[in-house]
């Protein structure tokens, strides 16, 4: 694993503060209780927009992932918080424009070691990548009107450097192809293949193809988005991402799953989700106790079957969770009203650890030469940071 490791000079102080701490006391916790994972389904949908992608492909022209991190604008930085947790290994903040946007909230977190695994140094088209989901508002107290992803490099070989990609669904028809806005929290994101899953909390998960980002005019005004006459435009992001198709969830349960956060478990070859619930007194949340489900892929591929059944399903103790990772039997689930890090295993019963404050979702890191990793992030305005923990701290 090559990390950058001048981006530990500002971490130093985090660092050893990590190491100070040791391992963090862990407390035993109530368990999650098995469900009849049958109950959950997906419906599966990647050709949904191929008359219109094919169209739009031949008007704009696609950019492959090693461009658009030849073309990064914004620079990370080390990070500087104290963020008092153990197992700290190493991390960044974007930079000071995107750490102090009160219009835009980093949620999900995946890499190209999710993508591709631990060969070669677990790079997608030449570069080791942490991707992270966000959501835009209309303004700081406005509604929520778009998402975006940034592709960040983490590769000793390439500068500290990122770059952002907007989300879009493809619109009009095959002769006048166009596109929209994707209006979902972005709460989960998931890098398998060539192919990005993104949490659409009502729904299931949106797909998307790394294959084809698409370029667009960085000229106009804010607010245009897709053609414009002749030009395309697109918030004057340069580049967007058309969503390919939808997964779809079903349920016979008498409450639908609310996708708030997803993650990849390399193992099983499953994406893991979870819901963000409150025990009482939400307005915007469900009041009830959450679940947390494990979706397989078709066999031998980076896709799922037409249709799925979950291989496992769980009603968990917990509440506001907003991270869920598994790997090897393991769950890892991140309460951010709690700030709490809880860890489980049939075997070893529940545990719960002290976490970060403004906590978002998780992915798990192999590493074949050093310990592996839990990657996660803060979405909190003026604390930004992406930051990783070696995976043994919080649980065998």
């Known amino acids: 694993m090559k990390l950058r490791s001048r981006l530990l000079v500002g971490g130093v102080a985090v660092a050893a503060l990590g190491a100070a701490l040791g391992a963090p006391p862990a407390f035993a916790a109530a368990a999650p209780v098995a469900l009849a994972a049958s109950q959950f389904t997906l419906a599966a949908n990647y050709n949904q927009y191929d008359a219109l992608n094919t169209a739009l492909v ?19 930085t080390g990070i500087t918080d104290s963020l008092g947790i153990a197992g700290y290994q190493t991390g960044f903040r974007f930079d000071d424009g995107d750490n102090s946007d009160c219009a835009n909230y980093p949620q ?15 790079n997608y088209d030449g570069h ?12 700081c107290d406005g509604a929520q009107s778009r998402s975006r992803i940034t592709l960040v490099d983490w590769d000793a070989t390439y500068a500290n450097t990122y770059r952002k990609i907007l989300l879009v669904e493809p619109t009009g028809t095959a002769a006048a192809p166009s596109f929209k806005d994707v209006k979902v929290h972005a709460g989960g994101v998931v890098w398998y293949g060539d192919y990005l899953y993104v949490a659409d909390t009502g729904r299931g998960m949106r797909v998307f193809d790394m294959r084809k980002i698409l370029k667009t005019n960085t000229g106009g005004t804010a607010d245009q988005i897709g053609a414009v006459g002749n030009t395309w435009y697109a918030h004057n992001y340069a580049y967007v991402l058309p969503q390919i198709g939808t997964l779809t969830a079903a349920t016979t349960s008498s409450a639908a799953l ?17 819901e963000y619930t409150c025990s009482s007194g939400c307005t915007d949340y469900p009041n009830r106790a959450p679940r947390a489900v494990r979706f397989p892929f078709a066999s031998g591929a980076t896709t799922f079957a037409a249709a799925t059944t979950a291989s496992q399903a769980l009603q968990l103790p917990w509440y ?11 769950w890892w689930f991140n309460s951010s009203g709690a700030k709490q890090l809880y860890y489980w295993t049939p075997a070893d019963g529940s545990h719960t650890y002290a976490w ?8 798990y890191w192999e590493d074949d030469a050093n310990p592996d990793l839990l990657w996660s992030l803060q979405e909190t305005v003026g604390h930004r940071n992406v930051f990783a923990v070696t995976q043994a701290t919080y649980g065998a």
């Open 58 to 76: 031949a008007k704009l022209g696609t950019a492959a992932v090693h461009t658009v991190m030849d073309n990064a604008n914004h620079n990370r």
């Open 108 to 122: 999900g977190i995946t890499t190209s070691r999710d993508a591709v695994g631990t060969a070669n140094s677990g």
């Open 128 to 139: 080791q990548l942490v991707l992270v989901s966000w959501y835009t508002k209309d303004g």
């Open 258 to 274: 609310a996708w708030s956060t997803i993650s990849l478990d390399r193992v099983s070859k499953s994406i893991v989700m979870t």
């Open 320 to 330: 506001k969770l907003n991270g869920v990772a598994s790997h090897n039997g393991r």
């Open 356 to 363: 970060v404050g403004g906590g978002e979702s998780i992915s």
